[in-house]
């Protein structure tokens, strides 16, 4: 019985340091994102952190984004033109102009992503 009341603890206390990892994480990103001019959404927190700008494009960072950067070279933002329809994914935060350019010259149907 003990044990698992250890147990039970030991758990809580490690989901609660990966919390404060993820807190900090988040923080991160949205620093990030706000640094390069993207306004913050945060309608979605706790699931998705999103940057949007006037001209209808956002930029989406998922949850496990940064640590996959570092582990692959995977893209992990995903930056989307709501007008066009068109989605673009990348490692590194774009200011809103450059993700413009970049969904102008490379962006493609969400659904080509899905496929790769």
């Known amino acids: 019985m003990r044990h698992n009341v250890c147990e039970a603890t030991l758990i809580t206390g490690t989901k609660r340091k990966i919390e404060s990892v993820n807190q ?8 990030r994102f706000a640094s390069a001019g993207w306004d913050n959404d945060d309608s979605f927190s706790g699931y998705l952190i999103i940057g949007y700008s006037g001209n209808n494009l956002s930029i989406v960072a998922y949850d496990e984004g940064e ?50």
């Open 24 to 31: 900090e994480a988040i923080k991160e990103i949205v620093q």
């Open 67 to 116: 640590e996959a950067a570092e582990q692959t070279d995977k893209p992990v933002f995903e930056l989307l033109d709501h007008e066009r329809n068109v989605t673009y994914w990348v490692k590194e935060v774009p200011t809103p102009q450059q993700a413009q350019e970049l969904l102008e010259e490379h962006g493609e149907l969400p659904e080509k992503w899905e496929q790769s």
